[in-house]
């Protein structure tokens, strides 16, 4: 048990340190959270969401899973979507993979996990749109990356396609839906420059 000990001392001693720098920090985060983000990502231990984009608890909506899919029978996922979007009122959703994905690179090296082999069925349907290109590369990383980044846009275009953001651009909420990349090896998060406000730069995207 002492590494889950480690871990309530951890606790306690972060508590402290942020009440000693600000003793009404934890007050104000109980009465509410008021997030201007939806965090889309990988589950990946490496890629945690609110330190690598500097934000504080209770300032990022975080939903995370393997190789950070959103897919449309995904309760989970759309539930999520939904309180941060209707309740939430978040102004961004950040759609965010990362290269040297666990889950893109054993779908392309068609390696067997067991369960999450059908959770990454989904991913496999990526690398049949993306055949050709996918052909042409001679180096397995190069293969891995480009799939790391064609997986968000494929994700960004599925949260798009979602009946909850296409609703709120309907009545007129501000909802932008981004896609970004994060390199473990170097800590920095990159913009994929795939974005959309509105159903017409959705039907940009899906001309691309």
Known sequence: MKSITDLLENNRIWAERISAEDPE??????HQQTPKYLWIGCA?????????VGLEPGE??????????VIHTD???????????????????????????GG????????????????????GDIVNKYTRELSAMTSEKERSDFLCEMNVIEQVINVCNTTIVRDTWLRGQDVSVHGMI????????????VHAASDA???MLLRR
């Open 25 to 30: 920090f934890f007050s104000r985060l109980s």
């Open 75 to 101: 309760m989970n996922c759309l539930s999520v979507l939904e309180y941060a979007v209707d309740v939430l009122h978040v102004e961004h959703i950040i759609v965010c993979g990362h290269y040297g994905c």
């Open 44 to 52: 990946d231990s490496r890629v945690p969401a609110n330190e690598i």
């Open 60 to 69: 990022l909506f975080v939903h995370r899973n393997v190789a950070n899919l």
């Open 104 to 123: 893109i690179a054993a779908t392309l090296k068609q390696q067997s996990y067991g369960l999450v082999d059908n959770w990454l069925r989904h991913v």
């Open 201 to 203: 730069d959705l039907q």
């Open 182 to 193: 994060y390199a473990v090896e170097d800590g920095l998060l990159r913009d994929m420059h």
